[in-house]
């Protein structure tokens, strides 16, 4: 699978902004997907991930309650809604997928730079 985001861009503390991957190649609703970020000067981070048939969701501690992940399988496309945003959320997002759940993240798409002003 291929993946490919889109949707960030600069936003003020408080505001919000919803990420989007597309997918190509078959069989999307395989993969269990997700989101990882990586803040400048710091490690990448795992974010959220959402299972293949959009039951399960995950979150880091530093995002629950204000990020939602979700997928559409008959589009092949997940999203983060990103809401209350701080300016520790500046970071490059990129959105990941795994075919087995608890394993590998293996397919990474190119990132996308998320600013959040302070």
């Known amino acids: 699978v291929q993946l490919q985001a889109s949707g960030g861009g600069l936003v003020q503390t408080g505001g919000s902004l919803r990420l989007s991957c597309a997918a190509s190649?078959?069989?999307?609703?395989?993969?269990?997907v997700g989101w990882f970020r990586r803040a400048p000067g710091k490690e990448r981070e795992f974010v959220a991930s959402?299972?293949?048939?959009?039951?399960?969701?995950n979150y880091a501690d530093s995002v629950k309650g204000r990020f939602a992940v979700s997928r559409d399988n008959a589009k092949k496309t997940m999203y983060l809604q990103m809401n209350s945003l701080k300016h520790a959320d500046t970071a490059v997002y990129y959105c990941?997928?795994?075919?087995?759940?608890?394993?590998?993240?293996?397919?990474w798409g190119q990132g996308t730079q998320v600013t959040v002003s302070s």
């Open positions: 990941v997928a795994q075919l087995l759940p608890g394993g590998h993240w293996g397919y």
């Open positions: 190649g078959r069989a999307f609703s395989a993969y269990s």
């Open positions: 959402v299972s293949w048939d959009g039951a399960t969701t």
